[in-house]
């Protein structure tokens, strides 16, 4: 079975510019999650979709940030203007069902670099 | 507000030695917990979950947990540890959403 699929790994962009990242989820999963995780910190949740409709993006700066599900499959996360305060990785993960009861499969994360 | 904290911010331990690495949390109900492992430059994996019933649980690699309600608590427990195990370690509990703790570096020495 194939895993969370994330591009790219790795970006490094001068502040104020913008970037995308693009992930995948597992067949067949109808919950995506979008974590940011800072150097030295746990994930933080940005954004959660159930097929394509948004659950939870309380925490999701929405004057820079923007993620869309369309089609419930893959999604894109957008980060315009960039700080540097937004270097960080960017995890996707993806469920079978709503969160309470299931288990998370994790992508390898976007790395990026805000100088 | 739901929280998780791991007190240990790194440990290290000897290869073939046992590891506790603690996690409290703070949640009103009866709360799902989770602990995940990071290797470097992958992402998260579950070791092992925690819904109800019997408080210990076990988990993939040799691990297992233990959950202690009058403690607040879910301490990740393995008691020989590899070298494949140095990883960071994150706690996390359910509350609306999956909020995990700031991990726990493992070092392993030889």
């Known amino acids: 079975e194939a895993g969370v699929a994330q591009s790219p790994r790795y970006k490094i962009i001068e502040k104020r510019q913008s970037v995308a990242f693009w992930c995948n989820p597992i067949?067949?999963?109808?919950?995506l999650y979008w974590y940011q995780q800072i150097l030295g910190q746990g994930p933080k949740l940005l954004i959660q979709?159930?097929?394509?409709?948004?659950?939870?993006d309380s925490q999701l700066p929405k004057d820079r940030f923007s993620a869309e599900r369309l089609k419930g499959v893959d999604s894109t996360l957008k980060i315009q203007p960039a700080k540097l305060e937004d270097s960080a990785v960017y995890l996707c993960?993806?469920?079978?069902?709503?969160?309470?009861?299931?288990?998370?499969?994790f992508g390898e994360g976007s790395r990026l670099t805000v100088l | 507000a739901q929280s998780v904290t791991q007190p240990d911010i790194h440990i290290t331990v000897s290869e073939g030695a046992s590891l506790e690495l603690r996690c409290n949390y703070s949640?009103?109900?009866?709360?799902?917990l989770f602990w995940y492992v990071q290797s470097p430059g992958q992402g998260l994996q579950l070791l092992l979950k925690?819904?109800?019933?019997?408080?210990l649980v076990q988990g993939i690699k040799g691990f297992e947990a233990e959950f202690k309600r009058s403690q607040s608590s879910f301490n990740l427990r393995k008691p020989s540890v590899h070298w494949s195990d140095a990883a960071e370690y994150f706690c996390?509990?359910?509350?609306?959403?999956?909020?995990f703790g700031q991990g726990t570096e493992l070092s392993v020495k030889p």
């Open positions: 949640y009103g109900a009866t709360p799902y």
């Open positions: 993960a993806s469920s079978f069902r709503l969160l309470s009861t299931g288990e998370l499969f």
């Open positions: 067949s067949g999963h109808a919950t």
């Open positions: 925690y819904f109800s019933g019997d408080t």
């Open positions: 996390a509990v359910v509350g609306g959403k999956l909020i």
């Open positions: 979709f159930q097929n394509n409709g948004v659950v939870d």
